[in-house]
């Protein structure tokens, strides 16, 4: 399965697509998709202006980021594993 | 320290107000993202995994208090309440929103800072060395050429949209603590023969997947030939520099193609055409600049101390440097506390840094390249005064220099490009060899983490540089030997197979111990390296991981 994932304009923030066409916050919002259908709504999703900046497929396994890029988009998702932010405590 | 004249004032704010225009269109959608880019990344306006980051400029490194204390507000108005200082002396923040960044273009404004040329194929700021002013070993100032640079280079219609970005360092001491080997172009101040001073002048250097030490083009340009002989440069780049293949795009890959002389001649002659022009520099322009720069003169000459406690004298040993004047010392404030984060700075420590610079250092804080701080003018009657307020602040490690002064790009923590992290990796180091006792044991040593090939955390020049690697979606940790930064600069090389996080911080201990039974009398780990070769440590690197 897949997901589209993008950034959110304003502020950068990671988004995900819902099945209502709209952008979240939250991966668990996000609609999983099969591979066509992703490609369709990917496509849509690129021809609208909106709020998301750059949307992409990524793979999607169990509620998590999947395939080779899992490392990469588990941190999109979760924040920095490392450096000021976590040590401080910062929001 | 050089102040803003109108000229500066007024296209600074200009470009501000351009870029709120910019801003406005994006948001309202009469911009697309395509349009957009190219115009954030031209104010220092990068989209990273999780935010925006924004590139403020530090103009070779240099900061006044009221600019250091601005830094932190806008780390805690705008950010999370910190900044990172970067290996080409800037300072980046990691969360701002895009609606915010025109309000903070004009903050830092009020302090005479911008964003500007921070990214895209321009003239990025000049890097010099961070000592420039203040430091036993120089032979001449390098801040006033580097402003001089820095004016020329602003916004020059001619060298907007280079075939890539396009990097300049200025050293004028002996040691050379700018990289000018490891720069687009490098220019170190010499005296020659008859007691003249000017510039040798190195191009094509760099580092990323094809690094480069810079070649030497011309061993002596006078100084008021500097604009012109720098411009005959840019256009012989502009014109021949690849444009169809962003990894052959840098300057350092024209040389190679054209061999040095071929290259050295293609300046000469396009030099020939505007050396007389307007491009030469008066002498009056030469000294009105240098007037910016004084360095402070005492009356009152202390000794550096000698008592007081421990930690101070261990402080004192590591982060204090030698001045050019009597009863005045540079000192360093390290950015890599044990198991830290390399070149983070909260908002709380940058007041401190500003307090310090005001009431200690004479106005006048320094970025690195190491990601350091430096108040490079402090009487040495202050030093402990100095010291204890930077313990309160938790920035009195005693490291500069040492093996746990590590050098990381941010990684994958944070960078859109990067394929491993750097920060964990660096902090697993850091405590490793804190906790063996081999960061003091081994003295004089660099290690530099780049979480890619392109190289931010300059791996290449360091003794013993850490590349991550992605392979099928795991990181793994290519060891390099033997690189050096400055006047002996080198590339290192890599040795064996990657390594996973986890081995990293042991092999890189073994190394140490490896050296530190290896050594020659006071031979620093990079000249064991040169001595025995990289080979002579692979055992040391890959023996317990096979066992």
Known sequence: MKVITANRLTDGRVIYRTSDGQWSPHLAEAQPLENEAAENALAIAEGEFG???????????EGEPGGQKWRREGIRLAGPTAGTTRTLGAA | MYRYDEFDARLVRERIAEFRDQVERRIDGRLT?????????MNGVYLQLHAYMLRVAIPYGALRAE????????SEKYDRGYGHFTTRQNIQYNWPSLVDIPDILEELAAV???????????????????????????????????????????LHPEFTFLPRKFK???????????????????????????????????????????PRLARLVKDFVEPRDLLSYLTAILRVYNQHGRRDNLYKARIKILVDALGVEAFAGEV????????????????????????????????????????????????????????????????????????????DATAGQMQVVADLTERYGFDEVRVTPDQNLVLPHVRNEDLFAVWTALVDAKLATANAGLATDIVACPGLDYCNLANARSIPVSQAISSTLEAEGLSEAAGEVTIKISGCINACGHHHVAAIGVLGVDKRGEEFYQITLGGAFG???????????????????????????????????????????RRLGSDAFKEAIYADLAA
């Open chain 1, 51 to 61: 709020i998301a900046v750059g949307p992409y497929l990524i793979d999607y396994t």
């Open chain 2, 33 to 41: 993202e395509d349009q957009f880019k190219p115009l954030r990344l």
């Open chain 2, 67 to 74: 600019q250091m204390r601005m830094l932190a507000t806008i």
């Open chain 2, 112 to 154: 005479e800072m911008h964003a500007i040329q921070t990214s895209g194929n321009c003239i990025r700021n000049v890097t010099a060395d961070p000592f420039a002013g203040a430091a036993a070993d120089e032979l001449e100032d390098s801040r006033p050429w580097a402003e001089i640079i820095r004016q020329w280079s602003t």
């Open chain 2, 168 to 210: 300049i360092a200025i050293n004028g001491a002996a040691e050379d603590r700018a990289g000018i080997r490891v720069h687009d172009i490098g220019l170190q101040i010499v005296e020659n023969e008859a007691g003249a001073r000017g510039f040798e002048v190195w191009v094509g250097g760099g580092q990323g997947r094809t």
């Open chain 2, 268 to 343: 000469e002659e396009e030099w020939s055409y505007i050396r007389e022009g307007e491009l030469r520099l008066p002498e009056s322009e030469i000294l009105r600049i240098r007037s910016f720069f004084s360095s402070p003169s005492i009356t009152d000459v202390s000794p550096v101390p000698e008592a007081g406690p421990a930690a101070f004298r261990h402080w004192l040993k590591h982060n204090r440097r030698d001045h050019q004047t009597a009863g005045l010392s540079s000192v360093v404030i390290s950015l890599k506390p044990i198991g830290g984060t390399p070149g």
């Open chain 2, 487 to 529: 006047a002996d600069a080198s590339i290192g090389e890599i040795v064996g197979k990657g390594l996973a996080a986890e081995d990293v911080p042991g092999a890189i201990a073994r190394i140490l111990k490896s050296y530190l039974a290896q050594r020659q009398g006071d031979e620093r780990l990079i000249d064991t390296l």
